[in-house]
Each structure stands twice: as C-alpha cells, then as structure tokens.
C-alpha cells in the first residue's frame, strides 16, 4: 500500500504574502528589517536537493536561469499578484536577480528575496500614505470613470503618477460602495483611514519565516501547481486540518482591531463546556498553567495567540478576556480553561435525508479526505479517516431505510489518497481503484482488496469544479465501474499525486525548524486508463457550470503536467446508464423548469459570469445607484414571490461595503450561517435524478437488464 502520507490534493491554499487590508490599525508600523537565518539556508539547501532529484521528485527540473526567471516572476506575483505597489522602475531594478536566484539558492544566500521584501515593505507604505491622504478631499463621482478591479494580468505602472491614479480609482471605489450603502462621509473617512493604516501594519507583522515561506513556495509552485513549501508552523496547520483534531481549547479565532476575538466555539470543546466565553469577547492576554505569568496579547499576531493558546491535553491556560458587550475600558473577566483533544466536526462528513417524491434519498456530505496520519501510523484502530466515517454514516441511512444515498462532494479539493481508495471500497465489492505511475514509469494499481460492501443500492455522486483530486479519484471510479450516476458540473482536473516530506528528517534531530515539502511524485489515471489531468470528471448529468477552465481549473496552470493516457486496469462493469440518460436529462430539464430555486441559481449564475467577464465597475454614482436600484427590485419581486410560494425568505443584503471583520463578529457569523442555511437546489436536484433512475428502472425489466446487467446490482436498485 502506499505510504500514509501520500496525498491526492486539489489546490491548497497558497502560501503567500498577500495581505488583505482584513483588521484595525496598530500605531504607525515601525521601519522592517530582516535577514535570512541560518535555517532558513540549510532549509533551502535542502528543498533544493528535493525538487531537482528524479528519486524524489515526478518532474525534477535543474535549477538554472530559466527556472530562476520563474522562480523570480512567481515571487513578485507572490508579493504583489495585483500589481497595486511596485513601479517598473522596481522591477527594472530587480532584473539583476531575474537570472541569479537559482545561485542564490545554491549557495545558501537568500538575501535577494529580502531585499525584493524589504522594497516591497516600502512600496506598502507609501501606497497607505498616499491613499489615507485621498481621504481628506470629497471625490467627483458625476465622471464617466472605470476602476479595473481585475489586475492580474495588467503591465506594472510606468511610475509613480501612474500607480498614484490606479490608486486613486481604487480609493474612490471604496467610497462609493460605503457612501451608497449611507454611510456619512466623517464614517466612511474614519472607516477607510483604520482599513488602509491597518494594511501596512499587518505587512510589518510580516517575518523572516513568512518572507522564506513565500519564496520558497515561487521555487517549488514554478516545479507543478501542486509543488509546495511549508513553514514548521505551516506544516503543522495543514496535518491538524488533515487529522481534524487539536489540542486546545475549542476556539476558532479572528483579528478585529488590536484584538484576537471568539470567532466561533466548537461544541463540546473546553470553551463551549465552561459557559463562561461567547461568540465577540476578547483576548487580551494569555497565562499558561494555574500561576504562570500572564502575557498581554494585544496586538499580537493571530498565529502567535493561538500557539500560547494551544497544548497539551489536560493542561491548563488562563485567558484574561474583555466581554464582547463590554467597552475598551470595561471590566475584564478571568478564564480557566483545562485543554483537551478538539474534533473539528463541522469539516468532517455529515448525513441528510431528502424526500424525493415517492422516495427517501440519504445524502452524505463530505468536505475532505482527511485522515489522522500519524494515528493511522500507529495502528491506531480508531484513527480518524473519512472512510471510517462515512462507514458509520451509511449504516445509519441503512437503519433509516433509505432508497438511495448521494455522495455530495461539491467543494472537495482532495486530501489522502488512501482515503479515496478506500472510500471507493465502500460501494465496490473489489477491484481497481485508481492507477499510479511513478516519475520511472512503473504503474502500479491501487484497489480495493476487501471484500464486501458498505453500501450496495442506487448511488449518485455530486460533484462541482472545486472537486478535486481525491474527490476526482473517487467519482472516476465510481463512473468507470459503473457504480452510480455522476451528477454537476465537470470536476477540478487534478491528476497527480503528493507526499508530505519531513525536511527535519535529514538533519539531527534539533525540533521541527526546517518544515516540510509537499512534493508530486506520480500522476494517478483512472480505471479505464483515462486521466482527470485537466479533462476533470464529467458528469452524465451536467448542471450549468458555474466557472469554466479558462477561470479556475488544473488547465489555467501554465506548468500543469500534461494529460496523457495508459493502458486499462482489469474490472468488472456494474452498470452502464447511457440506456437512461436521455430519460433522465428530460425529466431533470422538465423538472428544474418549474423549480424557482434552480431558476433563480441559474440566473444568478449567469448574472455573476456576466458581470465578472466585464472585469471593470462604474465609478459614476448614478450608474452605479441605477445598478444598486436594479438588483433591490430583483431581490425584492424575488423575496415577494418566495413568500408568495412560501419558500424561505433569502436573507441576503446590498453590498454594505464593509470587510468581513470590519463588521461585528456575532453578526458576520450570523451572516455567514444563513448564507450556509439558504435552500440548495442543487442538492435536491440530485435527489430527484436518482430518484428518477429509480423509477425507471423498476418500471422496466427490460431497462434494468441493460443498465445494471450484474445480477445483485440489478436486484438492489430495481427494488
């Protein structure tokens, strides 16, 4: 088998400097000076003797000057992605380094991406400055202007005039977009002035670790897409999402001004049992233990609260916290907290049941294939895996009798290979799952090897073009064998495989300090010998795609690998639905014709494309107030009609110009939890197709026999 650590992942989350102006403003940020470590050179010595080793990697490339050209584009897209700071007169005086830092690496000296910081620090600054003094004069929004939001692929700004008016667009967008949502103009000038100044302090919080982090990762991103460098902070972050499971006290935190504040509480966990925090209070200083000095926290890093927050099971941490109803000034209240292991359920599978017309559809939503690597190491018969939890899920749909179970992997980017293999094995007796070739060209097949099923009735699989990976692994078997209906819109288009690599492993053993390498190391092809390299999975029954590949995708990658082909892999067909498809095309298009909520997703869909595509917005306030007068009677003859059929009043608003934590936290989660609760039509629809495939099929001997020609298939979904 493989390794445990092998990983089948969609795009994670980048590691870069790109900062969102998301917090309240520390005093004025003092001057940021940096310089490589020590670590940090023999880190990148060793991230160097990875990426271009063929025993390691699947596509190792030598690190010379066309790979330092890449490495240096990546950087300064890393840095700058919008092109809002740096001038040419900038990037003219990096080009020395353009073709150097492939010998920088090498030998160790990494003061070249400093230096690219350090101007990138001053650039920030004076942007701020310049934007917080647009703010003292009133802007002409009588004018025909356009902000061009979309900047990725814009040139840099000749100079400095030229940055100076794409800045001045960009502030007077903000303005508007508060003015029309009636702000007054002292509130939308203090609103502005605390969102650009906290901008700059956030970037001086910026460290050395994150400025090697980021480099790092434009060498390893400029290997593949999925090529990855992770700080030891980074690393332990990303196998914590993977186990679903700390060691803390049951808190999901966020900046909002100087302070950490209670984002959300996980139930069940320390926090959430004592009764004594709620949703907005404060942190303002953490003490470890029942005596240990209390530290003040008060404009500290996120990342730095939360590793004084976190320990050992059984320990305790004393929180001094400031009430969320209470002033600055207010009484401050003191917290005993005794940590224990938290399980982050709300990211791990979950069950639902849908009443679709004469039928009980079971859905199991699954967000991830996460797995506790080092319990699962350990032989740990209780380690936490997706396959171990959906297992117990489809047993309980089983008791509750339920016709037909929809796998909903909609926003999956991926997770353990392992997992998607053995999550297939749930709904195969035996067989192939998924075929993998190393950077040799040795192909071996990875399956399913035990026998039994955990489910073996009618089965659907939604999917969206954030399903990716692993999800892609699952749904192509599941297609391949012919196992259930694939359903939504054609998946990410990821097929490679990675390994998590320790770089501490190497040197003696002093602590984690040199973090780890998320690394391809082989290409994965489905069953039939077909690849999800950009091709994605396509469902049998498509929804409207919401984004294309041209937007968002495996194939918007420039150094995506290539899609090819390899011989099939042995297994037994279970069912083959073209013979239905049409059938169920038509009685989804009929159906959907008269589903307002479908019909209003799929304007909305549209809509979004259509205003996206234009990549530009009216800076004219009348335009902008027709627009804004334009969709309320929309919402409005939409809310009208939903009460009029007696559906659920969308709680959605007009833009209120503000940035998430620039609203109060108890409402922004509010906010964000009806948005969760709106109806999913799609989710119903799917219901309703396998519904109809059900239907179908026990209506017509002669069709069962065609579709499902296996013998116990055929008897399971035609009863």
């Known amino acids: 088998m493989f390794n445990s650590k092998l990983l089948a992942l969609s795009a994670v989350l980048p590691l870069t400097l790109a900062i969102a102006a998301t917090t309240a403003p520390a005093p004025a940020p003092k001057p940021t000076t940096m310089a490589p470590t020590e670590a940090q050179a023999a880190a990148a010595r060793l991230v160097y003797g990875l990426l271009s080793d063929s025993r390691y990697a699947y596509r190792p490339m030598a690190l010379d000057d066309t790979l330092s050209a890449d490495i240096f584009r990546r950087y300064l897209d890393s840095l700058d992605s919008e092109k809002l700071f740096f001038t040419q007169a900038d990037i003219t005086r990096f080009q020395p380094y353009r073709t150097t830092l492939d010998d920088s690496i090498k030998s160790q000296n990494l003061t070249a991406a400093y230096d690219i910081f350090g101007t990138y620090i001053k650039r920030v600054d004076q942007r701020v400055a310049y934007a917080r003094s647009l703010l003292a004069k009133p802007f002409d929004f009588s004018a025909k202007e356009t902000w061009a939001y979309d900047r990725e692929k814009a040139t840099w700004a000749n100079d400095q005039a030229a940055l100076d008016d794409i800045w001045r667009k960009y502030v007077k967008n903000d303005v508007l977009r508060l003015k029309l949502a009636g702000r007054s103009p002292d509130d939308i000038r203090r609103t502005l002035d605390k969102r650009y100044a906290t901008l700059a302090s956030r970037v001086h919080e910026l460290r050395g670790d994150d400025v090697f982090e980021s480099f790092m990762n434009a060498y390893a991103t400029s290997i593949d897409p999925h090529t990855s460098y992770m700080s030891p902070r980074s690393a332990e972050n990303f196998n914590m999402q993977m186990r679903l499971s700390l060691e803390g006290i049951g808190a999901v935190l966020q900046r909002q001004d100087e302070f950490v504040v209670i984002r959300t509480l996980v139930p069940g966990g320390p926090a959430a049992m004592s009764g004594k925090i709620k949703v907005g209070d404060r942190i303002v200083a953490v003490g470890q233990g029942d005596k240990g000095a209390l530290t003040d926290v008060v404009g500290w890093r996120i990342d730095d609260v939360v590793d004084l927050i976190r320990g050992n099971k059984g320990t305790r941490v004393r929180l001094d916290v400031l009430p969320a109803d209470a002033g600055v000034d207010g009484a401050h209240k003191a917290v005993t907290l005794v940590r224990d292991k938290v399980k ?161 492993r190497w040197p003696s053993k002093l602590g984690a300090q040199f973090g780890q390498v998320k690394l391809t190391i082989a290409q994965f092809f489905r069953v039939d010998g077909d690849t999800t390299q950009h091709a994605g999975v396509v469902p049998e029954i498509q929804f409207p795609v919401t984004v294309d590949a041209t937007e968002f995708g495996e194939s918007t990658y420039d150094n995506a690998l290539p899609a090819t082909h390899i011989a099939m892999a042995a297994h037994t067909n279970l069912g083959n639905f073209a013979p239905i498809t049409p059938r169920l095309m038509a009685l989804h298009n009929a159906r959907v014709a008269k589903d307002r909520e479908y019909q209003w997703w799929a304007d909305d869909v549209a809509k979004f494309r259509t205003e996206r595509d234009k990549k530009v917005i009216s800076l004219n306030e009348a335009e902008r107030r027709a627009e804004r007068d334009r969709n309320e009677a929309d919402r409005k003859q939409r809310e009208a009609e939903r009460k009029a059929l007696g559906l659920a009043i969308d709680s959605d608003r007009n833009d209120d110009g503000l940035q998430a934590d620039e609203r109060n936290v108890a409402q922004q989660v509010a906010r964000e939890e009806a948005a969760k609760n709106r109806p999913d039509p799609l989710l119903r629809e799917s219901a309703a197709i396998l519904a109809d495939a059900l239907n179908l099929l026990n209506g017509s001997a002669q069709l069962t026999t065609q579709v499902l020609p296996v013998t116990k298939r055929a008897t399971v979904w035609s009863e």
């Not at 079971?362 to 350990?378: S, W």
């Not at 391949?480 to 990821?494: C, M, N, V």
């Open 344 to 504: 982050l359920e709300e990211q791990a599978a979950s069950k639902s049941i849908i009443n679709a017309g004469n039928k009980r559809i079971g859905v199991i939503t699954l967000p991830g294939f996460y797995l506790d690597f080092e319990a699962a190491r350990r032989g740990d018969p209780d380690a936490r895996s997706a396959t171990a939890d959906v297992a117990k899920l489809l047993a309980e749909l089983k008791a509750a009798r339920v016709d037909g179970v929809v796998m909903d992997l909609r926003e999956n980017g991926g997770g353990s290979l392992v997992e998607a293999v053995e999550l297939t094995g749930l709904f195969i007796d035996k067989g192939p799952v998924v075929q993998v070739r190393e950077s040799g060209g040795r192909v071996s097949v990875e399956g399913d090897e035990q026998p039994g099923v955990a489910w073996d009735g009618p089965l659907a699989v939604l999917v969206n073009r954030s399903s990716a990976s692993a999800s892609e692994i699952f749904a192509a078997a599941i297609q391949d064998y012919g196992r259930g209906l694939i359903i939504g819109e054609p998946t990410f288009g990821k097929g490679t495989v990675q390994n998590l690599i320790d770089l501490d």
